[in-house]
């Protein structure tokens, strides 16, 4: 493994999925449980590309969505490290869907999920730095360390007062 870090672009995974009977609701939408399982896999797989070793799923952040995708519309699920902390990785997430006979895509919605890697004994272990890029992958590198004391708080891990990052915010 590297010592110096990884840049987050060679993290990212593309996942497409085409949307069948058996992953849809009585209204013909995918179901949010089926993305939000495509979801974690595509980002499980984004998180062990960055850190070489298997990880396990620590949180997920909200999941809201702008537009629900249709049976037999195509789902693509683009996931990408945006920071790497001790053990844990921040992985980012655009969903889109498409619309293979109208001919268009339309963003259907983003999130974050967190995830530990592993060693042998299945114990954390230390993981390499993201390295951001692009503005947009700097932007969210900066964002990470904030996002992750929000998590940290509302998980019972931190106190709101020693979130420094989210008191610079505030005053």
């Not at 974690?40 to 070489?52: G, T, V, Y």
């Not at 396990?56 to 037999?72: E, P, R, Y």
Request: proline share 4%.
């Amino acid at each position: 493994m590297q010592k110096t870090g990884k840049k987050c672009s060679e993290s990212l995974i593309v996942m497409t999925e085409l949307v069948l009977p058996n992953d849809t609701n009585t209204f013909g939408n995918l179901m949010g449980g089926r993305l939000m399982y495509w979801m974690d896999i595509a980002a499980a797989l984004s998180a062990m590309k960055h850190c070489e070793a298997p990880v396990v799923t620590a949180s997920v952040d909200n999941i809201s969505f702008k537009n629900s995708i249709k049976l037999g519309n195509v789902v693509h699920i683009e996931a990408k490290v945006t920071r790497a902390f001790n053990s844990s990785m921040e992985v980012y997430m655009k969903v889109w869907g498409e619309d293979s006979l109208q001919q268009y895509k339309y963003e259907s919605n983003e999130a974050y999920f967190t995830f530990v890697a592993l060693d042998p004994n299945s114990k954390p272990r230390a993981v390499v730095p993201a390295l951001p890029e692009t503005e947009e992958e700097k932007r969210l590198y900066d964002g990470a360390l904030r996002r992750r004391q929000v998590r940290l708080i509302l998980g019972g891990k931190m106190k709101p007062q020693d979130a420094e990052e989210l008191k610079a915010l505030f005053v």
